[in-house]
């Protein structure tokens, strides 16, 4: 008898909704727990708060004395909050964040103790980091990594911990860490963004950019996937047949929240806001016990670290709530997956957001300039932003019929396709004065009005325009925003910055009108992009033929997909704007390559262990089962038992058949993984694991899950898929 199956089972008929406090309103908690303006005005000195305001608006650097005052009125703040602790936040390359907490609390000389926390400790500390991922740059370097505070996200309290947002770099100024090479494409958008926004509006001075993001995830209940070794280990079910009902009905998206859930969802939401993260939706999503969770948009280096946080926020309310939180791109089979779409977009200090059409034809000539060059860029590095989302989980998803292909293309509707194509028309070099106004009047006067009713909304392309923003569907549910926040941000900076180059010089040297100059560039561009733009089904097999006519890439595995984050072109890109040198882009590479091989050796394993000790031996169990009860109608009917036992015997042959399938591949298997491992250069090893390794786990995971359907189901030791998607 399968206990743990059933005992879990069991475990979850008692389940109740744990009860919630929630505040009556949400405002007044709001960001409670962060070291904010309001709480930087009641506990620093007038001097400390304008140099710190100072760091996040313009970037300047902090005085040494000055940050001794700063950590002394956080200390005061953090304390009367009653936390006991510190620690610098990182997000090093494993993906998730990284704490190590110290106690404010320090012995003195004559034995009594003071709670100290100095300057120094809040701006730089040296994590023992040596068992962080860094592609070798320490060794190279033999040097040390450490971090240092970044004042433009704020400290905040978790539990009784002050967490302070740090980088985490080496001695020798390699990033090591997915915060310090966002925080420099930042930089590079905002002054090739600002520059070129001057063109429409001499007072911009600053432009961030901003992220919204949509995190979605599945909850299972924690006593079922405890019993999964898959789920435990590897974060999705390496096997395990389709429920009788999946998501054919469509009957949970959107659908009532089950009450258990709700309540998570209420409780968590209420640690978001006293952390300050501004969360607004949430609902049920496609697949049974899945949801999604997403708040107001901010600075992207903002919405990077609230989205890490949240990641992490979530594990520990769903613990209490008996649930286990699975952020798997691709949990379970022939269901949908998760993604977490990236919403992105420019805004310029004087509040404009500058992908947004406005109310007269300048401001929609400062538009399509951002929508223009934001789309050159996209077709220019279509291959380094499908990199920029390559995972191991990820694959699963990209190019699986329910999810944005791995080919990028850009959908902005047709309203704007015309646009484009009418802006195509443009005469070269100076237009006339009708031409002018026609323009104004029937072509750059017209966006606001057309975009209301633009309500195209093509949900298999990977990168949308969706009104007053860009909105890239291809990232995974389980990715740092950070990875290809980056990237977006780099390539739009390049692209900006070599735009105004042309402008300039159309206006210098061809003494052209500035906006003659604006029309007759983004007039070639709109030219030279076009293979970008791509409004058909993305999940069809016509458009993987066409897109390879257009010479668009189509990267299906990450180690295929990984090559272009080393490339020339990238590093030139990556040295050129100062976000990254080869050094660091080669350790990266080696860092991602490094860790799809392991993902896929891991996942590996615990198959094996599945289908051999757990799958086979209940198989043959039930097996011995049909052999008595064949036996037993021999001894009754003699040679007459034929007639009685001719579907026992086919069983009893079918059960054989998969074993031995089963028990083959999972033999061919360890044989690669044995090969694969001897391979010593890392992007190689992975795509030994890919290409060699992974394509034994649906031979096996086939055999396993036909076997599910055949055995006596009390037999059968791993939780079913109806119990996992079902169970509420
Ligand atoms: P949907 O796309 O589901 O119809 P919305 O357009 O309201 O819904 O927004 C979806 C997400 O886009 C939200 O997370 C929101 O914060 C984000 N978003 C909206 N405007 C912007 C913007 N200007 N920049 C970045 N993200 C934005
Ligand atoms: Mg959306």
Not at 66 to 88: N, Q, R
Not at 195 to 208: E, M, R, W
Not at 454 to 482: L, M, Q
Not at 625 to 651: C, H, P, R, W
Request: net charge neutral; hydrophobic share 40%.
């Amino acid at each position: 008898m399968p206990t743990l199956r059933f005992h879990a089972i069991k475990e979850t008929y008692n389940r109740v909704p744990i009860p919630v406090t929630e505040p009556e309103r949400r405002s007044e908690i709001f960001g409670k727990n962060v070291f904010n303006e309001a709480a930087m005005r009641q506990y620093l000195t007038k001097d400390s708060f304008k140099s710190v305001m100072d760091a996040i608006e313009n970037g300047s650097k902090i005085e040494r004395h000055i940050a001794d005052h700063i950590s002394t009125g956080m200390k005061e703040w953090a304390i009367a909050k009653g936390a006991t602790h510190y620690t610098h936040w990182f997000q090093p390359l494993t993906g998730a964040t990284a704490e190590k907490h110290d106690a404010f609390f320090e012995t003195m000389e004559n034995g009594q103790a003071i709670e100290k926390f100095g300057g120094g400790q809040l701006v730089q500390q040296e994590p023992d980091a040596s068992s962080f991922p860094n592609g070798g740059i320490r060794n190279t370097f033999e040097a040390r990594g450490y971090t240092a505070w970044d004042p433009t996200s704020p400290a905040f309290i978790y539990g009784t911990t002050l967490c302070i947002p740090t980088v985490f770099v080496a001695y020798t100024g390699e990033a090591l860490d997915y915060k310090t090479p966002l925080l420099r494409a930042l930089q590079s958008i905002d002054g090739a963004a600002t520059a070129v926004a001057k063109y429409f509006d001499k007072s911009v001075t600053k432009v961030i950019a901003t992220l919204g993001w949509e995190q979605e995830y599945f909850l299972v209940d924690s006593a079922l996937a405890a019993s999964r070794p898959d789920i435990t280990l590897a974060g999705r079910t390496l096997l395990g047949h389709s429920s009788a009902k999946g998501q054919q009905l469509d009957d949970h998206y959107f659908g009532s929240i089950p009450a258990r859930v709700l309540n998570f969802m209420r409780h968590l939401e209420t640690e978001c806001m006293l952390l300050g993260i501004p969360v607004k939706t949430r609902h049920n999503e496609v697949a049974p016990n899945q949801f999604e969770l997403a708040p107001i948009f901010e600075e992207t280096n903002l919405a990077v670290d609230h989205n890490s946080l949240l990641m992490d926020l979530m594990h520990k309310i769903a613990e209490k709530h008996n649930f286990k939180v699975l952020f798997h791109e691709k949990p379970f089979a022939n269901v949908n997956g998760s993604g977490k779409h990236n919403n992105w977009s420019l805004a310029t200090n004087t509040g404009v957001n500058l992908l947004s059409p406005g109310s007269t034809p300048m401001k929609n000539l400062q538009f399509l300039t951002f929508f223009i060059n934001t789309l050159k860029a996209v077709n220019e590095y279509e291959e380094l932003l499908r990199a920029s989302i390559a995972s191991a989980s990820n694959d699963h998803r990209l190019g699986a019929n329910e999810a944005p292909p791995a080919i990028i293309s850009a959908f902005i509707g047709s309203q704007l396709t015309n646009v484009l194509d009418e802006l195509e028309k443009v005469t070269s070099g100076k237009l006339s004065p009708q031409e002018k106004t026609d323009l104004k009047l029937n072509v750059v006067g017209k966006i606001p009005e057309i975009l209301l009713d633009n309500t195209d909304r093509n949900r298999t392309s990977p990168f949308a325009f969706t009104g007053n923003k860009f909105e890239f569907r291809a990232v995974g549910s389980t990715a740092n925003c950070a990875n290809p926040m980056t990237v977006l941000n780099a390539i739009v900076a390049r692209q900006l910055i070599d735009f105004k180059a042309e402008v300039d010089v159309l206006i210098k040297d061809k003494k052209m009108k500035k906006d003659d100059a604006i029309f007759n560039v983004l007039k070639e561009y709109i030219k030279d992009s076009k293979r970008i733009r791509f409004e058909g089904d993305g999940y069809g097999e016509a458009w993987e033929k066409e897109a390879k006519k257009r010479g668009l890439s189509n990267h299906k595995t990450t180690p295929e997909a990984l090559k272009a984050k080393v490339s020339k072109k990238t590093i030139a890109l990556f040295e050129g704007l100062g976000i990254m040198s080869k050094v660091e882009l080669e350790a990266r590479h080696e860092i991602e390559v490094e860790d799809y091989a392991l993902r896929i050796q891991i996942e590996g394993r615990i198959l094996g262990d599945i289908a051999r000790n757990h799958v086979i031996p209940t198989a043959i169990r039930y097996q011995n089962m049909l052999i008595e009860n064949v036996q037993g109608l021999k001894n009754i009917y003699g040679t007459d038992f034929k007639k009685f036992s001719a579907e026992q015997m086919s069983l009893i042959e079918q059960i054989s058949e998969h074993i031995a399938k089963i028990n083959k591949g999972i033999t061919d298997m360890i044989d690669a993984r044995k090969k694969a491992n001897k391979v010593e250069d890392a992007e190689k090893k992975a795509f030994a694991y890919c290409d060699d390794v992974k394509p034994f786990f649906q031979v096996i995971r086939y055999h396993c899950d036909k076997l599910e359907l055949l055995v006596d189901d009390e037999l059968w030791p791993l939780t079913k898929y109806r119990e996992l998607l079902f169970t509420k």
